[in-house]
Nanobody
Framework: QVQLVESGGGLVQAGGSLRLSCEASGRTFSSYAMGWFRQAPGKEREFVAAISWSGGSTNYADFVKGRFTISRVHAKNTVFLQMNSLKPEDTAVYYC????????????????????WGQGTQVTVSS
């Protein structure tokens, strides 16, 4: 098991930026593929971005391509989500997730593919 703690959420105006962080503790961080998901009020949790164990492979939901960037720093046991050009529809609780990966380049897009979740951090974008 790995413990995940998100931070960096907050209130921002449309067009602004935020950087979310997800710090992992417990088992070896580099063994995990990581992802970011979000859940808006009254909606299901949805995939946002994912990154492989190596950091060399990434994948994004269409609605964030070109605006969000996922990255990881193994030395800090941390995954980041840089969010630019934020829109009111990006308002949601953002969750970090991790799953053990034996493939250094595998990215996991499905909620069911993850078995470790953080508590979430609120992102609110005002118009």
């Amino acid at each position: 098991q790995v413990q995940l703690v998100e931070s960096g959420g907050g209130l921002v105006q449309a067009g602004g930026s935020l950087r979310l962080s997800c710090e992992a503790s417990g088992r070896t961080f580099s063994s995990y593929a990581m992802g970011w998901f979000r859940q808006a009020p009254g909606k299901e949790r949805e995939f946002v971005a994912a990154i492989s164990w190596s950091g060399g492979s990434t994948n994004y939901a269409d609605f964030v391509k070109g605006r969000f960037t996922i990255s990881r720093v193994h030395a800090k046991n941390t995954v980041f989500l840089q969010m630019n050009s934020l829109k009111p529809e990006d308002t949601a609780v953002y969750y970090c997730a991790a799953t053990v990966s034996l493939d250094t380049e595998m990215v996991v897009l499905s909620i069911r593919g993850y078995d470790n979740w953080g508590q979430g951090t609120q992102v609110t974008v005002s118009s």
